[in-house]
């Protein structure tokens, strides 16, 4: 196998930046962005996204243009490079949980085994934040993994309970939602204010997306039964 030039400066130009982004105080610039996304360069994905979530998170009177062209910027990268490696960069950091799904709703970035795994980690409410969210494209693989997922998710326990609970005029029935607010029997979700859960744990919008999800399966088993005969 031959190397040409041109691939060997971009080679030693990655590793270069790939030293520099140790520095948690280094940003790259516009121009080194610029760069990183023309060449599609894999590899500073996992620090590239410390960048944008240290931008995303600093203080506004901290903020300064650096950090402007990260947040602006590390969109662009995930966009030019592979979708493999865009969902390991994304899924191997889930320090902030809102950035993680806001990257994974963005850039249509579902991946059902990366989920799976989630779920394994008690990251239920994360999960069903982006259930519902499509990925570029689809195969025989995707589905036996989206599959798996649901039955993942429609096998977890019930975490909220009807118990009797005694009152002022005396014991009556109540649902105790997960995350333990005392509720009337009827009610399927929390109407504590900020809670909404139901006993999975779900909220109304969770729960709507899960049956999004379930139909989406049976669409996409349908249009790869299609295309196969």
Same mark, same amino acid.
């Given at each position: 196998?031959?190397?040409?030039?041109?691939?060997?400066?971009?080679?030693? %130009?990655?590793? &270069? #930046? =790939?030293?520099?982004?140790?520095?948690?105080?280094?940003?790259?610039? +516009?121009?080194?962005?610029?760069? $990183?996304?023309?060449?599609?360069?894999?590899?500073?994905?996992?620090?590239?996204?410390?960048?944008?979530?240290?931008?995303?998170?600093?203080?506004?009177?901290?903020?300064?243009?650096?950090?402007?062209?990260?947040?602006?910027?590390?969109?662009?990268?995930?966009?030019? %490079?592979?979708? &493999? #490696? =865009?969902?390991?960069?994304?899924?191997?950091?889930?320090?902030?949980? +809102?950035?993680?799904?806001?990257? $994974?709703?963005?850039?249509?970035?579902?991946?059902?085994?990366?989920?799976?795994?989630?779920?394994?980690?008690?990251?239920?409410?994360?999960?069903?934040?982006?259930?519902?969210?499509?990925?570029?494209?689809?195969?025989?693989?995707?589905?036996?993994?989206?599959?798996?997922?649901?039955?993942?998710?429609?096998?977890?326990?019930?975490?909220?309970?009807?118990?009797?609970?005694?009152?002022?005029?005396?014991?009556?029935?109540?649902?105790?939602?997960?995350?333990?607010?005392?509720?009337?029997?009827?009610?399927?979700?929390?109407?504590?204010?900020?809670?909404?859960?139901?006993?999975?744990?779900?909220?109304?919008?969770?729960?709507?997306?899960?049956?999004?999800?379930?139909?989406?399966?049976?669409?996409?088993?349908?249009?790869?039964?299609?295309?196969?005969?």
């Amino acid at each position: 196998m031959q190397v040409s030039a041109e691939e060997l400066h971009v080679e030693e %130009v990655r590793l &270069r #930046y =790939a030293e520099l982004l140790q520095d948690e105080s280094v940003f790259p610039t +516009e121009a080194n962005w610029e760069y $990183i996304i023309k060449h599609r360069m894999e590899g500073l994905g996992d620090d590239l996204l410390e960048k944008y979530i240290d931008a995303m998170t600093i203080g506004d009177v901290d903020r300064v243009d650096l950090h402007n062209i990260a947040i602006n910027r590390f969109h662009d990268y995930l966009d030019a %490079v592979s979708f &493999r #490696y =865009a969902v390991n960069v994304v899924y191997g950091n889930i320090s902030n949980k +809102e950035i993680t799904v806001d990257l $994974i709703r963005r850039h249509r970035l579902f991946d059902a085994d990366n989920l799976a795994e989630l779920i394994d980690c008690g990251e239920i409410s994360m999960v069903m934040d982006v259930i519902d969210v499509y990925k570029p494209e689809y195969d025989a693989g995707d589905l036996e993994a989206m599959q798996s997922l649901l039955h993942k998710i429609d096998e977890l326990p019930a975490r909220g309970y009807n118990e009797m609970r005694k009152g002022l005029f005396g014991t009556t029935l109540k649902y105790i939602c997960p995350a333990g607010h005392v509720n009337d029997a009827a009610t399927t979700y929390c109407a504590h204010a900020g809670c909404g859960l139901d006993r999975r744990g779900f909220t109304e919008t969770q729960s709507r997306a899960l049956e999004t999800y379930r139909h989406r399966i049976a669409a996409l088993k349908s249009l790869l039964w299609h295309h196969s005969h």
